[in-house]
């Protein structure tokens, strides 16, 4: 399968508690991208990677996210201090980047995070 | 005011019924738009990007009307398998907005 693949699945930790996702894009996609999910609501932007890149951090991410992927391949997410708020889907997506917009986002199955 | 605007539904239709989903969007600088589908507990996966002349796929049609700021998403002869929540993605520069989605049920 050459699908976005992400782990773990699933996470469930305490208040507090440290988490780190990884997220592993489609072989030849420079684009990288992670969003958080809740219930009802779409997709929520949390930031993106051209190769190594960070281009674009969302407002909305506290200073308790940090994101990194240090060789334009994998990905990781971190969550430092862990809040029950922090609870949700974590979605990975990539893509080619194609210039001049039409840049489709194949995603990942997500990790889901339970903070209790 | 939120970036993407969706109504949520839901909506409940019989098989065989021609929906028509809206979705509005703030940012008159917007490059790029999608329609993604999603179900239940599953990843939103691509349906169709919109394009400025409209684009058809199957039982599928999708517009975009830049100077209104919205698009739309077109379903034909309903089957029950379309039962799923479409969200609405616009793009600038990388940075993707979805909306919240529209939730549709096909029933039989």
């Known amino acids: 399968d050459t699908g976005v693949s992400q782990n773990p699945r699933h996470k469930i930790t305490k208040r507090g508690q440290n988490v780190t996702f990884r997220c592993d894009p489609i072989?030849?996609?420079?684009?990288l991208y992670w969003y958080r999910q809740t219930l009802g609501q779409g997709p929520e932007f949390l930031t993106y990677?051209?190769?190594?890149?960070?281009?674009?951090k969302s407002r909305l991410l506290s200073d308790r996210f940090s994101a990194e992927r240090p060789k334009g391949s994998f990905s990781t997410l971190e969550i430092q201090r862990t809040e029950q708020g922090d609870s949700a889907m974590y979605l990975c997506?990539?893509?080619?980047?194609?210039?001049?917009?039409?840049?489709?986002?194949?995603f990942g199955p997500g990790t889901r995070l339970t903070v209790l | 005011r939120k970036e993407v605007e969706q109504d949520p539904g839901p909506f409940n239709v019989p098989e065989g019924a021609t929906v028509a989903f809206n979705c509005t969007y703030s940012n008159s600088a917007s490059q790029s738009f999608f329609w993604y589908r999603q179900d239940c507990r599953k990843e939103p996966k691509l349906l169709m990007s919109?394009?400025?002349s409209g684009n058809e796929d199957g039982r599928f049609t999708a517009q975009l009307n830049r100077a209104s700021q919205y698009i739309s998403l077109l379903i034909r002869d309903s089957k029950l398998s379309d039962s799923a929540t479409y969200l609405c993605v616009v793009m600038i520069a990388g940075k993707s907005t979805f909306g919240d989605g529209t939730t549709l049920t096909v029933k039989p």
């Open positions: 997506a990539s893509s080619l980047g194609a210039r001049g917009g039409g840049d489709t986002q194949y």
């Open positions: 919109v394009y400025s």
């Open positions: 072989s030849e996609h420079n684009r």
């Open positions: 990677f051209q190769n190594e890149a960070q281009l674009e």
